[in-house]
């Protein structure tokens, strides 16, 4: 079955950096576009970064781009997240996220069909 197992979530002081990962199994990695999304509390998940499973295409939440880099490594089946510069506004659950094989990157939460349990980050002051 499908699993989608996030890592390195934790407690960081503003302006630090922290790099989330992402283990996928039970899909053909390679042909499947991948996402992060995040939510914090109160709020609705939003989409932070896509990487498309063609031509290598990443994109961005516009308030995190040149501070975050989405990198997929399909011999390994993973996709990181490197988080650099992080603000007090980063806090949140963050979620990796799969689509059915063959499709586009989204930024759209409903177009993903699978989903990890999520991993906190919080940035202090």
């Known amino acids: 079955q499908v699993q989608l197992v996030e890592s390195g979530g934790g407690l960081v002081q503003a302006g630090g950096s922290l790099r989330l990962s992402c283990a996928a199994s039970?899909?053909?990695?390679?042909?499947?576009?991948m996402g992060w999304f995040r939510q914090a509390p109160g709020k609705e998940r939003e989409f932070v970064a896509a990487?498309?499973?063609?031509?290598?295409?990443?994109y961005y939440k516009d308030s995190v781009k040149g501070r975050f880099t989405i990198a997929r490594d399909n011999a390994k089946n993973t996709v990181n997240l490197q988080m650099n510069n992080l603000k007090l506004e980063d806090t949140a659950v963050y979620y990796c996220?799969?689509?059915?094989?063959?499709?586009?990157?989204?930024?759209?939460?409903?177009?993903?069909?699978?989903w990890g349990q999520g991993t906190q980050v919080t940035v202090s002051s």
């Open positions: 996220a799969a689509r059915t094989s063959n499709l586009g990157a989204s930024q759209s939460a409903t177009d993903y069909a699978y």
């Open positions: 039970g899909f053909t990695f390679s042909q499947t576009s």
């Open positions: 990487a498309s499973w063609t031509a290598s295409r990443t």
